[in-house]
């Protein structure tokens, strides 16, 4: 089989469009090539392609305004290049109008429960279904996953995965420039964090981690935190807090959640295959308070469009906003801490 193609470099108007022509390209030829190898890991190079789409309606009756937008349109590829030797490349199409490179790493898998990553990846402090657009039980991130710092950055993670008796414990440490992602600049002192996690996503699960984050001369700040989560087929209840603290500024900030979601299955003959009712309180707090600052109160339903719980799905939620202290942060625009309905309809694939 022969491929012709013919690119033509003068229709790109800047760098960051041709970033998006390079990254289409080798999308187009991994995925020409997945379709004509074997779907198994005998045959190296192989790819796993992914993506979310996440389109919203929102409406914010105390101020009257509304809008439509595309949160997330994210496309990503990973696999293995040769055994335990892995990859992983995922971009945002458009993220408020402007087009990212989220991830870009390479891992090596020397023995069984450790990989070693270097490149742009995860920052092991939040928790995935927290700020996975394809995984978050809302359409909008809990407070600490939102506000507190970056969830990428450039540098190296290790990882160490083993059972004990039925119980995984899972082990990381990463070491980071400190400059989030698409920043490879010079560091004085980089960024560190750990996370050390006790069971998996099925059953119980719990996590303890801290993040150390000099940004000098500007911004310094300590993370620490626990979670507990409870997850099974068709349910799941997760909480955590942490606080944020402030070595430049002395402003120090404590956030938690509380959420749960349960999937109620339908006939497959339906265009929904499930109802999700969901739930959730969080808050932010400024320490020194006797109040919280901001209070949240989030009652969604998800109708599924896949067989599968919490999966792509049509998502209606409402926010209740109790705001005792704004918060300058929360505050950049008036819809930001006011009430809003939002409808959403999230595709992953």
Not at 151 to 179: C, H, Q, S, W
Request: proline share 4%.
């Amino acid at each position: 089989m022969c491929i012709h193609l013919t690119l033509n470099f003068n229709n790109i108007p800047n760098i960051k469009e041709m970033k998006r022509y390079l990254f289409f390209l080798i999308f187009c030829i991994g995925l020409t090539m997945s379709l004509f190898s074997q779907e198994n890991k005998s045959t190296y190079p192989f790819f796993r392609f992914d993506g979310v789409l996440k389109t919203k309606f929102e409406y914010a009756p105390p101020i009257g305004t509304s809008r439509f937008s595309v949160r997330n349109s994210r496309l990503g590829v990973s696999g293995e290049i040769y055994p335990n030797v892995d990859y992983r490349a995922q971009v945002e199409l458009s993220n408020e109008g402007k087009f990212e490179v989220l991830d870009l790493s390479g891992t090596l898998r020397p023995i069984e429960g450790l990989s070693l990553t270097i490149g742009q990846t995860s920052i092991p402090i939040f928790n995935s279904y927290t700020i996975n657009p394809g995984a978050m039980m809302f359409a909008n991130r809990t407070f600490l996953a939102k506000y507190y710092a970056g969830t990428r950055d450039i540098g190296f993670v290790a990882k160490y995965v083993k059972r004990i008796g039925n119980i995984p414990l899972g082990m990381e440490f990463g070491v980071y420039n400190g400059n989030t992602i698409n920043n490879p600049e010079w560091s004085e002192k980089m960024s560190v964090a750990g996370r050390l996690t006790f069971g998996g996503m099925k059953g119980w699960r719990s996590t303890m981690k801290i993040y150390d984050y000099p940004n000098l001369p500007d911004v310094h700040y300590l993370l620490y935190g626990a979670d507990l989560r409870y997850a099974s087929d068709n349910w799941k209840i997760e909480t955590e807090i942490m606080k944020r603290d402030d070595k430049v500024n002395s402003e120090n900030f404590v956030s938690a959640y509380l959420q749960s979601a349960y999937c109620f299955p339908l006939k497959d003959s339906y265009l929904f295959k499930n109802l999700m009712p969901a739930a959730r309180y969080d808050f932010i707090d400024k320490t020194g308070n006797d109040v919280f600052d901001v209070n949240r109160l989030t009652l969604g339903i998800g109708f599924g469009l896949s067989s599968k719980p919490f999966d792509s799905l049509l998502r209606i939620d409402y926010e209740w906003y109790f705001v005792n202290n704004r918060l300058d942060f929360m505050h950049q625009n008036k819809e930001m801490d006011a009430n809003k309905l939002t409808v959403e309809l999230v595709y992953i694939f």
